[in-house]
Structure formats: structure tokens, C-alpha cells
């Protein structure tokens, strides 16, 4: 595709239940970033991919949050027994290497 | 103290005007980027930079590394132009160090 693609756009869920967040990143980009932004607040890091390889993930905030990029392309960040402070806007980005990064759109996730 | 700072958080104009957002940080970078937080949420980016000027349109951004300072210019704003402006460091990893933004909105 174009741009950098993600899956749900909005997640409405109640609390205790699992969610999976797909990310589609830019067709070559070998670089995949999952960031969390809460509302009036920057990106927050996450996670970090080099192919399929899950290079960093000192930013996922508890053992709950997982991800995986198994073919080094599509990702999923799963959150597992969700509570509500996981409510937050779900970003995933991509970029060739290490420079620019293009964001997805993210996805608006709201935990009852 | 947070390793990157912008000033100013909220910032309202009125259309036609020149507008000025700044970014300090206080770590070592290898380029600094602009982004662009439309209300949507859509995230574009504008300028990456490491050095000197850029110029876009209407849209200029500056960097002085030796002050750890970068600004954005927005010449004859336009409500258009009313988003959530974000400066983001980048330490030549693959991190990005995000500031908190700047909200602007301009009135017609």
C-alpha cells in the first residue's frame, strides 16, 4: 500500500478481555515501530522490529503487552486482560532503515 | 526536567499571522524532526533536520545544534494549519524522543 496501514482504527472493549492491534507497514520497510500516545500527550515508545527480529521492547509497559512481527512485515501488538489505563491512541510506524518515519493512523483503543 | 521541551504548549492566532513554535532539548541528537498532528490524528511529517534551514511552502524550520535549539515558522497562517505540532529527537538509533507538542489553532 501507499502509507503505513492500521487495524481496527477504533477498539471499543471491556475490561479483562485480550485485544490484537494489526499494523501494515509501508511495502520494504524493514524497520517497525509501535508507539503509545495518550490524548494531549506526544508518542510514547514501545516496541522496535528490525525485520522480524524484536530488537527493543524496553517500552512495553507490563508483561500484558506483547508483540510480534513474524514475517517481518505485518505486526500485531496483542494486550492481554486489558484494564482501562490502557486506553490510549495506538500508533505503529515504519522506515526504511533508521531515518523518517512514516506513521499509521492508529488505532483509538477504549477499555469499559 | 524533560529532554525535550516546547514552547509553547497552546497557541491561538489569527489567520495571516506569523507564527513561531520552539523545541529545546538537552541530549545529543543527530537530526530533529517536525511533525504535524492533524485533528484527526493523522500524523505527517514535515521536516527532518540536522543542521541549518528547510523551507517548505509556507513552512520553515531551523536547528542550532551547538544551542540544542529548533524552531518552526509558519508564514501567513491559515486555519488549515490549525493541528497539534510535534518535535521529535533522533539520537541516530531508531528512537525517537517525542516532545508533548504544541497545539495551534488559527482563526479565520
Known amino acids: 500500500g501507499a502509507g503505513v496501514s492500521q487495524s481496527p482504527r477504533y477498539k471499543v472493549t471491556k475490561r479483562g478481555q485480550d485485544v490484537a492491534l494489526r499494523c501494515d507497514p509501508i511495502?520494504?520497510?524493514?524497520?517497525l515501530y509501535w508507539y503509545r500516545q495518550a490524548l494531549g500527550q506526544g508518542p510514547e515508545f514501545l516496541t522496535y522490529?528490525?525485520?522480524?527480529?524484536?530488537?527493543?521492547k524496553s517500552g512495553l509497559p507490563n508483561d500484558r503487552f506483547s508483540a510480534e512481527r513474524p514475517e517481518g512485515s505485518i505486526s500485531t501488538l496483542t494486550i492481554q486482560r486489558t484494564e482501562q489505563r490502557d486506553s490510549a491512541m495506538y500508533r505503529c510506524a515504519s522506515s526504511l532503515g533508521t531515518d523518517t518515519q512514516y506513521f499509521g493512523p492508529g488505532t483509538r483503543l477504549t477499555v469499559l | 526536567k524533560n529532554e525535550v521541551e516546547q514552547s509553547p504548549q497552546n497557541l491561538t492566532a489569527q489567520e495571516g499571522e506569523f507564527i513561531t513554535i520552539n523545541c529545546s532539548y538537552s541530549v545529543g541528537i543527530s537530526a530533529l524532526h517536525w511533525l504535524q498532528q492533524h485533528p484527526g490524528g493523522g500524523i505527517v511529517s514535515l521536516f527532518m533536520?540536522?543542521?541549518g534551514k528547510k523551507k517548505h511552502g509556507r513552512l520553515i524550520a531551523t536547528i542550532n545544534i551547538q544551542e540544542k535549539h529548533s524552531s518552526l515558522h509558519i508564514t501567513a497562517s491559515h486555519p488549515r494549519d490549525s493541528a497539534v505540532y510535534i518535535c521529535?529527537?533522533?539520537?541516530?538509533?531508531?528512537?525517537?524522543?517525542f516532545g508533548t507538542g504544541t497545539r495551534l489553532k488559527v482563526l479565520a
Open positions: 521529535a529527537l533522533f539520537s541516530g538509533t531508531y528512537k525517537y524522543i
Open positions: 522490529f528490525n525485520y522480524e527480529a524484536q530488537q527493543d
Open positions: 511495502s520494504g520497510h524493514v524497520s
Open positions: 533536520l540536522s543542521s
